[in-house]
């Protein structure tokens, strides 16, 4: 049951993957955002590497509980991954991983140039451990 997780932004996407028990998360890489078809290529082999049983995307929501216009755009964006990679897709609300992966960062006492590196990867790495938290508790 690995899970991949995505933090898409408009430059770069995020990618964490669960080990194959779905406990842990780790950071895999930021991907450089350029195109649409670049952008499915570079996810081509992350997928081929680790073989996850599903995708799970991060998708920013206003205060009221409604999808944010970038999050829509996501969500445009998950839907080519689904049909493309034949995977199930599932969403998590990702409105706050960016600052909570900066906040660790700058405990870390990294540096600006640092953080720029990794910040991505962190956020996908948060939004997959609030969601494997969640499969947790429902278990139990």
């Known amino acids: 049951m690995r899970i991949l997780a995505l933090d898409v932004g408009t430059k770069t996407i995020g990618v964490a993957v ?4 779905g406990i842990a998360a ?4 930021t991907i450089k955002r350029t195109d649409l078809k670049r952008d499915l290529d570079a996810l081509s082999k992350i997928i081929d590497q680790y073989k996850p049983s ?20 996501i969500l445009k964006f998950a839907e080519k991954i689904k049909t493309t990679f034949s995977l199930p897709v599932e969403y998590w609300d990702e409105s706050f991983s960016t600052v909570d992966a ?8 990294l540096s600006r140039k ?15 451990e609030g969601y494997l938290d969640k499969k947790r508790r429902e278990i139990t």
Not at 18 to 21: H, V
Not at 54 to 73: A, Q
Not at 104 to 109: C, R, S, V
Request: proline share 2%.
């Open 18 to 21: 669960s080990d194959e028990l």
């Open 26 to 29: 780790h950071g895999v890489t």
């Open 102 to 109: 900066e906040k660790i960062l700058l405990e870390a006492d």
């Open 114 to 128: 640092k953080r720029k590196k990794v910040i991505d990867k962190m956020a996908a790495v948060f939004i997959l």
């Open 54 to 73: 599903e995708i799970l995307v991060g998708v920013p929501y206003n205060y009221d509980g409604t999808v944010s216009k970038r999050g829509e755009e």
